[in-house]
């Protein structure tokens, strides 16, 4: 007679005690003063130049509080050199700290967030190592740097100081403190990942994104107006012009005050007013979203703004959409080009499957609109397989796909292009039966 499988008794299970959580990541050699006079950043800067080996590094930005993205705080970490926190808004450049580390390798986590900001420091970078981007390409389901390491570094972070205003002077203790503990193990993190990427033969990918970093300039982002949330509730071309026009005076204010616009009138405000046009300023001051002081300080140039939007002649005014050579959305392939669906599905099909199997995100093999872009226009569309792989991956590298992507990618593309799957269209789409 089979015998029923023993259970601790309720109170007992009920007793029973939860696993302790890793241990919390400390600093090794306390908190270091904060560097904000020219004597302490000539010392931080002859033990950066005396350490050895890869310099870890992070800034903190005043998100949500600031226009700009400046840094409020630099974090640094060097075997044999120590911490240091040093405050960018004491000095005109750090240039003395950039030739300190000279060719050394820096250590970032998300490095394409905290770039800009040091490089307007006269930070550069020769190489990097972005511990973010190697968990993406080693297949981490969560890649914050908190996550990262509790999982490899069995230690856990306190992140309640992540969403602080750092432009607030002086920095409280606490604050420098979780600062601090983001470049504590950055060194050895990045060696436990490196290894990784090498047992996983993914070492070149990652060289090759790290490299990317270093090298790419974003573009400036043309009409960044049109990204206002919201914005396809503008009524008409008309409503587009007085968004346009509210929007760039709130920029131009939100700059002289150093704060985020979002805190002058929110992007819902400035739709309802392009939609009602409000000319006097009891009316606006009505409108939904126009209170606090940033709306009845600024009342005056709101009006002048939604004035100008009125006097712009029809011929003037802002297209529905911006020109743009990207494909349509995929949504009305099977329509348009039944045939173009047809590759994109195989060439997804085929991508998705390889990254799945080496366990990298799909975006990080090949960057999702490089893919429309092919499979939408390829640059050829018959002939034998090499001579249609060789054009499609002349275009991806064309595009800005790195050489690795390229020679995983293009043979799946050109297979695509060559081979479509049939792709269902509104006059061959199966009918389903209604449900009863």
């Not at 029973?16 to 020219?38: A, H, S, V």
């Not at 349509?328 to 390889?354: I, N, Q």
Request: proline content about 10%; overall charge negative; charged content about 25%.
């Amino acid at each position: 007679m089979p015998t029923e499988p023993q259970t601790a008794p309720a109170d007992e299970a009920a007793t029973t005690p939860p696993p302790e959580p890793p241990p919390l990541l400390t600093l090794r050699d306390g908190l270091p003063d904060i560097t904000e006079t020219p004597d302490a950043l000539a010392d931080v800067v002859a033990r950066v130049a005396a350490g050895t080996g890869p310099v870890a590094l992070d800034a903190e930005r005043a998100s949500g509080y600031r226009y700009s993205s400046r840094a409020y705080l630099i974090q640094l970490r060097r075997e044999g050199s120590g911490s240091a926190l040093i405050d960018p808004i004491a000095f005109d450049d750090l240039a003395d700290l950039d030739a300190a580390i000279g060719d050394a390798e820096w250590i970032l986590h998300a490095a394409s967030q905290d770039l800009p900001c040091l490089r307007e420091l006269g930070l550069e970078p020769r190489a990097l190592f972005d511990t973010e981007l190697a968990a993406r390409l080693l297949g981490y389901p969560r890649v914050g740097l908190a996550t990262l390491v509790e999982v490899i570094m069995g230690r856990t972070m306190r992140k309640e100081h992540s969403a602080v205003d750092w432009s607030k002077r002086p920095l409280p203790t606490p604050w420098l403190e979780y600062a601090a503990l983001d470049v504590e193990v950055l060194v050895e993190l990045r060696e436990v990942m490196a290894a990784e990427l090498v047992e996983q033969g993914k070492e070149r990918w990652a060289a090759e994104e790290f490299q990317h970093l270093v090298d790419h300039v974003p573009a400036p982002r043309a009409e960044p107006w049109r990204r206002t949330s919201g914005i396809h509730k503008a009524k008409g071309r008309r409503g587009l012009a007085a968004v346009r026009e509210l929007w760039t005076v709130r920029d131009q204010i939100a700059e002289q005050r150093d704060t985020t616009p979002g805190r002058l009138i929110p992007d819902a405000a400035m739709i309802a007013a392009a939609n009602a046009m409000p000319a006097t300023r009891s009316a606006l001051l009505d409108t939904p979203g126009f209170h606090g002081r940033g709306a009845r300080r600024f009342a005056d140039r709101w009006l002048a703004a939604l004035e100008a939007a009125r006097q712009i002649p029809d011929q003037q005014l802002p297209p529905l959409t911006m020109r743009s050579d990207a494909p349509p959305a995929p949504r009305v392939w099977a329509e348009r080009d039944p045939v173009a669906a047809g590759r994109l599905a195989r060439a997804r099909d085929l991508v998705s499957a390889y990254a799945e199997e080496h366990r990298v995100p799909i975006e990080n093999l090949l960057t999702p609109d490089f893919l429309r872009r092919v499979m939408w226009k390829p640059p050829v569309t018959e002939g034998d397989p090499a001579t249609v792989q060789a054009a499609v991956a002349e275009e991806l590298h064309r595009l800005g796909a790195r050489a690795w992507q390229v020679e995983i990618t293009a043979p799946m593309l050109a297979e695509a292009v060559l081979d479509p799957r049939p792709a269902a269209t509104p006059e061959t789409a199966p009918v389903t039966a209604p449900a009863e």
